[in-house]
């Protein structure tokens, strides 16, 4: 049962060991890396702690970015732009190479 959830947009494995993040049973970010992961599942087994979801960093950081224009533009008065040229690395595609 799932009644909590912390979620970090871009990289967030720092945030590990935060009570916020431990005291939830699910933890959505990015780029966690394989050592900090590893560990932070160990001590889950042992002590309790959330169920780590790692997604693409762009996906985690592109869902608020037309909010944060809107919030820019009402408080500046300027107009802001969001760029829809997505610069996730890891959106390929494989192409085969001859016959």
Known sequence: MV???SVC???GDSLLD????LSSDVYITSDLRHHPASEAREQAA??????LINI??????WLWLDQAAAELEK??????????????PWSF???RVGG
């Open 56 to 61: 693409s960093h762009f996906a985690a950081e």
């Open 9 to 11: 947009a871009g990289a």
């Open 93 to 95: 595609q494989v192409h």
């Open 46 to 51: 042992l002590v309790g702690g959330p169920s």
């Open 18 to 21: 935060n009570p916020a993040v």
């Open 75 to 88: 408080a500046t008065g300027l107009s802001v732009t969001v760029s829809d040229v997505n610069t996730d």
């Open 3 to 5: 009644s909590t959830v």
